[in-house]
């Protein structure tokens, strides 16, 4: 798609570039940052975050087509050293197409503008619609990856890194045959499994869990749709299609046994893992269609009946709700319960508990981090001042010793205050949500999706 021209400061601009999402025009740096409260010298190492940014001048038409912008703060001995942002150099920014004029996509013209994380020594800076890009520590771009020819799909902007064996399993989905292939990466940053998954369609899978034995998918209401193609994000809700969650051996040694539930939308999974019965245990942010609708449309998507009186300028923080299913694979059966009734997004974990049992989980709202204790059914929360965006909050783990417990260590937000104020890094003990430290950004820091905590021994 070719973004619209348009004066990026005019009022009347859509949602996803006003407020807390206005893109900043340039790339900058600056180094020895002020640091109020006092950092944790444990922390040595790199903060990175992704996110869809347009250009100047530029209208993506919708807020997750916008091209890559990486933000960066290095921590060391107690010191912020300095922040930079960086565009993600791809194919799509230096104006090549998606889709070419013979039909075919090129996979390398995309935003990589959701994630960037590690393995295997490479960072990757993702997104759904294509092939990730590799960058260095300092945020430069070293391009695009298809793990030696072997990735001939689009991968997903959620992988899953098992922390038993140190693999990478992910995803790539599309609008054509085959709809959804599953991909397992070794250790070592070698592709080593492909797989088709039968789906009757193509729909919007933005994330999925693993559990030790199972991967978990999401085959959910928001679906492809050619009509829309040429503009923003061809897809939509359809309430023909149905809601289902699918567990799939990772063995390889039986199909997929998929459990029909009540119709929702899922961006972003908590967790999942085996429970004593053998029943797997999933916790995800879960939308209704209205919800979903609304959330959407302010995006820049399509809905059918248009919400009214819409309108969010600080993320990605209404509309979804912590649930919590519980899926039979002897019987196929599953069952739902809500967790909270609170709006939250972003549902973050030790993920060292990735697929395992676990007991907490942090996510955000407007002007809060909240921290849930899924065990005894209360939270806690963090306010980070009135109209402000905090961003996904990162669990960085103490060093582990006898009797470390599962939220020792910090949580890292990027907090945006809008337009007026600038941003920060805050550092919270993830334990009590306490403050530890806030690192002054030296320019405002538009709101973002996901980041994470580079340790210096991975770099």
């Not at 295997?120 to 960058?135: N, W």
């Amino acid at each position: 798609m070719t973004p619209t021209t348009r004066n990026t400061t005019e009022p009347g601009n859509p949602p996803y570039l006003l407020g807390h999402y206005a893109p900043v025009a340039d790339e900058t740096e600056g180094f020895g940052l002020k640091v109020t409260g006092t950092l944790p010298p444990e922390l040595n190492g790199r903060y990175l975050r992704n996110g869809p940014s347009a250009r100047p001048g530029e209208d993506p038409g919708h807020l997750f087509t916008g091209h890559g912008t990486l933000h960066g703060v290095r921590l060391r001995d107690g010191r912020a050293e300095w922040y930079r942002n960086r565009w993600v150099r791809t194919s799509k920014l230096a104006g090549a197409p998606y889709a070419r004029a013979d039909g075919t996509v090129d996979l390398s013209a995309v935003g990589a503008n959701t994630h960037v994380i590690p393995h295997a020594g490479r960072l990757l800076a993702l997104v759904e619609s294509g092939l990730p890009y590799e960058v260095t520590g300092e945020l430069e771009t070293a391009g695009p990856c298809d793990f030696g020819g072997r990735l001939t799909t689009a991968m997903t902007a959620h992988p899953k890194e098992d922390p038993a064996t140190g693999e990478l399993l992910f995803f790539g989905y599309g609008a054509r045959p085959p709809y959804l292939t599953y991909h397992r990466l070794s250790a070592a940053g070698e592709l080593v499994e492909s797989r088709d998954v039968a789906v009757p369609a193509g729909t919007m899978m933005h994330d999925f869990a693993i559990t030790e034995n199972y991967v978990v998918w999401l085959d959910l209401p928001v679906v492809f749709d050619p009509r829309l193609a040429g503009g923003g994000m061809p897809m939509r809700w359809d309430d023909a299609y149905g809601a289902r969650l699918g567990l799939m051996r990772r063995d390889g040694t039986s199909d997929v046994r998929w459990s029909d539930i009540d119709p929702c939308y899922i961006f972003h999974v908590g967790n999942a893992h085996e429970d004593t019965a053998g029943r797997i245990v999933l916790d995800a942010v879960c939308y209704s269609r209205s919800a979903f609708d609304a959330m959407w449309q302010t995006m820049g998507g399509h809905v059918d009946n248009p919400v009214a009186g819409t309108g969010w300028t600080r993320g990605e923080t209404q509309g979804g709700r912590i649930h919590r299913w519980h899926l039979d694979p002897a019987t196929g059966t599953a069952s739902e319960q809500a967790l909270d009734d609170r709006g939250v997004e972003l549902p973050t974990i030790n993920d060292d508990l990735t697929g395992r049992p676990s007991r907490y989980l942090c996510t955000v709202t407007d002007g809060a981090i909240m921290k849930y204790d899924t065990l005894s059914g209360t939270s806690r929360s963090y306010g980070t001042g009135e109209n402000s965006s905090p961003g996904e909050a990162v669990f960085v783990p103490a060093e582990a010793g006898p009797g470390t417990e599962e939220d020792a260590g910090w949580l890292l937000s990027l907090v945006s205050h809008g337009t007026t104020r600038g941003s920060e890094l805050l550092v919270l003990n993830a334990r009590d949500l306490t403050r530890a430290a806030t690192v002054e950004m030296p320019r405002r820091v538009p709101a973002g999706v996901h980041g994470s905590w580079i340790p210096d021994r991975q770099a």
